[in-house]
């Protein structure tokens, strides 16, 4: 009885999930709420993107694999070829991956989304949707395909081309991407929000992923950024605020708290919050 009342509750929550909202002609925006599988995550939401090209659509992240995104797609693309790139191997990004049997990643990361993922880390969540994680014993399938992505390929969508920049920082197979018609998706490399970063010497790879698009910006300057997480369209401020941001935690290294969830150490400033790798 118990079961039945959990499905009927899981069903109706299905088709509120995924919030889509049409951003240009050729751009959608499907935003998924990560909070709901712990509180720690505050980056809400989750931004996933899908441009449609005149013959091939592309899909940027597969979120969290709680409920079906493909026919949320499907129902966007028509007859369109549908294209599938992680922008790097965060659980947020990757979990919907089995779901549509072929994707593309950075060759950095590509190991990583071959092999069932382990979510075991949410097991004592607090939230009861991850039972729905439980269900599959906490490992969640891959896509059966994984093809590797460089910096600098480009992909042909029909009157939209769109260009891989390998930004490695945030993690080493972050990948951002530009189009020919002046967006620039920068992926979790840049958004305001909690910001996990990696062990402080390697802050310098950091840094010069986010100069590296600060030059971009400043070559094209009307270019509009769109992170994966929470505000967009965003402009260069995003990258400079948290350049200079990140410059500056050296000078805040003294108030750091541990945060045990995350294994950082947690510093904030006026702009951020920041998590910083302890491993
Ligand atoms: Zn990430």
Same mark, same amino acid.
């Given at each position: 009885m118990f079961r039945k009342f959990h499905n009927s509750l899981i069903m109706s929550d299905d088709k509120q999930h995924f919030k889509v909202s049409k951003h240009k002609d050729y751009l959608y925006v499907i935003k998924e709420n *990560?909070?709901?599988?712990? =509180?720690? $995550? !505050?980056?809400?939401?989750l931004n996933m993107y899908l441009l449609l090209g005149t013959h091939t659509a592309l899909l940027l992240d597969t979120g969290?694999?709680? $409920? =079906?995104?493909k026919p949320v797609v499907d129902e966007l693309i028509g007859e369109r070829n549908l294209l599938v790139f992680n922008t790097h191997a965060h659980w947020d990004h990757i979990l919907g991956n089995e779901e549509f049997g072929e994707v593309y990643i950075h060759e950095n990361e590509a190991y990583i989304i071959s092999k069932p993922y382990d979510?075991? %880390?949410? #097991?004592?969540? =607090?939230? +009861? *949707?991850v039972r729905k994680y439980e269900e599959k014993d906490f490992s969640i399938p891959p896509a059966e395909v994984i093809n590797t992505l460089r910096d600098g390929d480009i992909f042909d969508l029909g009157g939209i081309s769109v260009r891989i920049i390998h930004t490695p920082g945030?993690?080493?197979?972050s990948i951002c991407l530009l189009t020919s018609?002046? +967006?620039?998706?920068t992926s979790d490399v840049a @958004? @305001?929000?909690?910001q996990f970063l990696p062990k402080r010497k390697s802050f310098p790879k950091v840094l010069i992923t986010l100069s590296k698009l600060i030059e971009l910006c400043e070559k094209q300057k009307d270019l509009e950024l769109y992170p994966?997480? !929470? #505000? $967009? =369209?965003?402009?260069k401020t995003l990258l400079t605020d948290l350049y200079n941001g990140i410059k500056n935690i050296k000078n805040l290294w003294d108030t750091k708290k541990s %945060?045990?969830?995350?294994y950082a150490w947690q510093i904030d400033d006026n702009k951020f919050r920041y998590y910083v790798s302890r491993m």
């Open positions: *990560i909070s709901v599988v712990h =509180p720690a $995550y !505050r980056n809400d939401p969290c694999g709680l $409920y =079906p995104l979510l075991s %880390f949410l #097991k004592d969540s =607090p939230c +009861e *949707i945030h993690s080493p197979g018609t002046g +967006e620039l998706f @958004y @305001y929000g909690d994966s997480h !929470r #505000k $967009y =369209p965003c402009d %945060f045990d969830f995350f």
